[in-house]
């Protein structure tokens, strides 16, 4: 990702000047291709907020019923947190208005043993009545697959509490017992949620007991002898992925346990590139045990999911033993088989959740070939930007076509937003010279409004000491520190404001002129 550092003052050359201004001008050119991109996506979603998403909410209940019901495992935990996504990126009046008054709506109505919800009749006007297994799952998917990813963008707001209050509930009630202690579920999905859950809780709050929770989880798995999850695309990916952040995390609290995690992790890691994957480092959708070859064998659309965790391997113990495996997929994405590659059949959920998983690597390890990738299989399965009239639908599949969408949209906007959002407004943003950024906004018709720029979401909402690699977060890519100050030069009219971090987070005042475009150079105060 993008980060600030001091900028030293030099008299520059002549070569110097030319140069320089070759660069920016290279980086006002990528603005404007990404303003495109970004401002056709985002118009997108906004039409698909208010026409589409919003009506699907129940007048009587207060519920989303995004494909006719209320339920956990895929209302709550795939379709809801991408309509706040959707809303916090261009609507924050929802956000905050509609949005949220769902989330009271299904507390209210469906909070059952303790606050660990059920699923609502909406026929009966009852909450349904589940097994302790499903109720287990179904709340442990809202945590990990809907609150999380809103808690990644609004931090401790009304949603970190009620993913807290399920996680206390959950833990207060398990029921399995294991060597370790009791845990919530046998389930190996369930329990890669939990890990990732409980990581994050544990740094946000500072309460012992998430971790030990979390640890508990890790023990019981390592303790197996040669223990490899075998599924390696949804419903496999979360132990991965959650296996790789806590050992993140223990990294800086508990160097101990981090060496005993980082031995059993590497026998998983090195299992899968061995048995699970193709020349390229593409991987199946599970490891076979027996040599059949790879042929026929389908590619697993949570590819980058699992590749997050080897990151987090890498930052942790300070080394690159995987990274250079990562650049090397990411490489051979332009490779012909992977172009238009049916993860799914024709489901746009295979698209959207390989594309996440690569933009997730892409974050740390910029690939050129890997990033070209990612823009056609956005714009020609997810986005599908040339069909003016495309509109998602809002069951799940759907609701997960608009999240990666969305990240791509936010990928060419180097993470900033602009609000309100207008239908005709376009937002780009580029690297340019040094440490610089430029950016570029162009308004169908007069604008006026505020550039938002993103901040250290990992640490200052997460209470991350490093930005781990995870998964159900919007990448951060440019980012500004509060308490810094910075530069923010319009070009055209050849005006520098300084301003705080912090002020430019809140929002920096845009006016443009329809049909004009207004650009600036943004770099650290001298």
């Known amino acids: 990702m993008i980060s600030f550092t001091?900028?030293?003052?030099?008299?520059?050359?002549?070569?110097?000047?030319?140069?320089?201004e070759k660069i920016q001008s290279d980086a006002f050119t990528q603005a404007a291709e990404s303003a495109a991109i970004a401002g056709a996506t985002l118009d997108k979603v906004s039409r698909w907020l208010h026409g589409t998403a919003l009506p699907r909410i129940d007048a009587e209940t207060g519920l989303y019923i995004a494909d006719g019901r209320w339920n956990y495992r895929d209302?709550?935990?795939?379709?809801?947190?991408?309509?706040?996504?959707?809303?916090?990126?261009?609507?924050?009046e929802v956000l905050n208005g509609a949005v949220r008054r769902v989330l009271h709506s299904e507390q209210r109505l469906c909070n059952h043993l303790d606050r660990i919800p059920v699923p609502y009749d909406l026929e009966k006007g009852l909450k349904q009545a589940l097994s302790y297994e499903e109720m287990v799952f179904q709340a442990s998917e809202y945590v990990k697959d809907g609150l999380i990813a809103i808690v990644e963008v609004t931090g401790k707001d009304e949603w970190f509490y009620r993913m807290r209050d399920i996680e206390d509930d959950l833990w207060k009630h398990a029921r399995i017992e294991t060597s370790f202690g009791k845990i919530p579920s046998q389930n190996i999905e369930v329990n890669g949620e939990q890990i990732q859950a409980l990581v994050r809780l544990h740094t946000m709050t500072g309460d012992a007991r998430y971790l030990v929770w979390a640890e508990r989880l890790a023990d019981h798995y390592f303790s197996q002898e040669n223990f490899v999850p075998n599924r390696l695309r949804d419903h496999g990916c979360e132990i991965i992925g959650g296996l790789g952040l806590l050992l993140g995390v223990e990294s800086e609290l508990n160097p101990d346990k981090a060496v005993i995690y980082a031995a059993g992790l590497k026998k998983i890691f090195d299992t899968i590139l061995e048995k699970g994957c193709n020349e390229d480092g593409m991987m199946f959708n599970e490891i076979k045990r027996q040599a059949f070859g790879s042929r026929h064998r389908a590619f697993s659309d949570g590819w980058g999911y699992n590749y997050v965790g080897y990151l987090c391997y890498d930052m942790a113990l300070g080394v690159e033993t995987y990274q250079p495996q990562v650049r090397r997929i990411l490489t051979a994405l332009s490779k012909p088989v992977y172009r238009d590659y049916q993860w799914e059949g024709n489901s746009i959920d295979g698209w959207a959740d390989s594309v996440e998983g690569g933009l997730y690597l892409l974050n740390r390890v910029s690939v050129s070939e890997g990033f070209a990738w990612a823009d056609h299989e956005t714009m020609a399965h997810i986005a599908r930007?040339?069909?003016?009239?495309?509109?998602?639908?809002?069951m799940k599949l759907q609701s997960n076509g608009v999240r990666t969408a969305l990240m791509h949209a936010l990928m060419h906007t180097q993470g900033l937003t602009l609000h309100p959002w207008r239908q005709g407004l376009e937002l780009g943003a580029a690297p340019g010279e040094g440490d610089s950024l430029v950016i570029l906004v162009r308004p169908e018709n007069d604008y006026q409004g505020h550039l938002?720029?993103?901040?250290?979401?990992h640490r200052y909402y997460l209470g991350f000491q490093k930005d781990w690699p995870r998964m159900n977060t919007l990448p951060e890519?440019?980012?500004?520190?509060?308490?810094?100050?910075?530069s923010v030069h319009n070009v055209d009219t050849d005006e520098t404001?300084?301003?705080?971090?912090?002020?430019?987070?809140?929002?920096?005042?845009?006016?443009?002129?329809?049909g004009r475009a207004v650009r600036f150079v943004v770099s650290a105060a001298p």
Request: aromatic content about 12%.
């Open 75 to 92: 209302t709550a935990a795939d379709c809801y947190p991408f309509l706040a996504w959707a809303a916090w990126a261009v609507d924050r």
């Open 452 to 457: 938002e720029f993103d901040i250290p979401r």
């Open 497 to 514: 404001a300084i301003l705080t971090g912090r002020q430019m987070h809140n929002g920096v005042s845009v006016t443009v002129k329809g």
């Open 477 to 486: 890519w440019f980012t500004v520190e509060p308490d810094n100050m910075y």
């Open 385 to 394: 930007t040339a069909e003016t009239d495309h509109m998602w639908g809002t």
């Open 6 to 20: 001091a900028i030293l003052l030099f008299l520059a050359s002549p070569g110097d000047t030319l140069a320089g």
